[in-house]
């Protein structure tokens, strides 16, 4: 029998692989950007709800948790008493406590920094803090992130609540003045091909040009209809390419 000869044990790396810094600010811009541009929404809601311009903005820099804003204006929007709202608001927000747990051992932060840390903690946060393979990379994640969302967060809340008195009665225009922007900074990190592109590009231009003559929700609902008028546009080139060819 021949013998047979060991194979030097390989070591095992417990550690995880680095993430290059450009990755994780490039992920964490991404996210900011995205959501931080929905502000423009609540701005227009809120003025809607008949809170004033700086009752809003205080919103989005003291609370600044999208849901429970959201929550609070639209409580009282519907004529709910103001401290029920507050109430419901409150308790929506109460899930941030139990990120702020896991995230404070995992991000290690100063004892003088966690205060102003934990006002950052909301899902967004958490989701790209969460995902990142080493402390170093968690820290810069959440930093980036925060910093994004809250600067621009508050920028378009103070954009939206002073648009809502150019859109007129945000009553009768509900939230398709909104929806464009809406639309296309959420979408805008995946927009990767052209046919996208035209897609979400088309979506606005009709929930825009159909707005002063639909009524409400009409627009956005119309809006749809791009995907299969970029799609039926794209099948046509291609059997006229495809005739071309074939000649």
């Given at each position: 029998m021949a013998e047979q000869t060991a194979l030097p044990a390989q070591p095992i790396r417990t550690d995880p692989e680095p993430k290059p810094d450009s990755a994780v600010v490039r992920d964490a811009l991404g996210v900011g950007v995205a959501v931080g541009l929905s502000?423009?929404?609540?701005?227009?809601?809120?003025?809607?709800?008949?809170?004033?311009?700086?009752?809003?903005?205080?919103l989005s820099l003291?609370?600044?948790?999208?849901?429970?804003?959201?929550a609070l204006v639209g409580a009282l929007a519907a004529g709910g008493n103001p401290f029920t709202a507050?109430?419901?608001?409150?308790?929506?927000?109460?899930?941030?406590?139990?990120y702020g747990l896991r995230?404070?051992?995992?991000?290690a932060l100063p004892r003088f920094v966690r205060p102003f840390a934990a006002h950052w903690v909301i899902d967004e946060t958490t989701a790209v803090t969460l995902a990142q393979p080493t402390r170093r990379s968690a820290r810069l994640g959440f930093?980036?992130?925060?910093?994004?969302?809250?600067?621009?967060?508050?920028?378009?809340?103070?954009?939206?609540?002073?648009?809502?008195?150019?859109?007129?009665?945000?009553?009768?225009?509900?939230?398709d003045a909104a929806s464009p922007a809406v639309f296309l900074a959420l979408l805008a990190?995946?927009?990767?091909?052209g046919m996208e592109r035209a897609v979400a590009a088309l979506a606005v231009v009709l929930a825009l040009g159909l707005l002063p003559v639909l009524p409400a929700g009409v627009p956005v609902l119309a809006a749809?209809?791009?995907?299969?008028?970029?799609?039926?546009?794209?099948?046509?080139?291609?059997?006229?390419?495809?005739?071309e060819e074939g000649r």
């Open positions: 502000g423009f929404a609540f701005g227009v809601t809120s003025a809607g709800s008949g809170l004033t311009l700086l009752q809003t903005c205080a003291l609370v600044f948790t999208g849901a429970s804003q959201f507050a109430a419901g608001a409150f308790f929506l927000g109460v899930r941030n406590a139990f995230l404070s051992q995992l991000l930093t980036v992130t925060g910093l994004t969302l809250y600067v621009l967060w508050n920028l378009t809340t103070l954009a939206g609540a002073l648009g809502a008195e150019a859109i007129g009665d945000t009553d009768a225009w509900g939230l990190p995946m927009l990767r091909t749809a209809l791009a995907a299969p008028v970029v799609l039926m546009v794209q099948g046509r080139r291609a059997r006229d390419t495809a005739k």
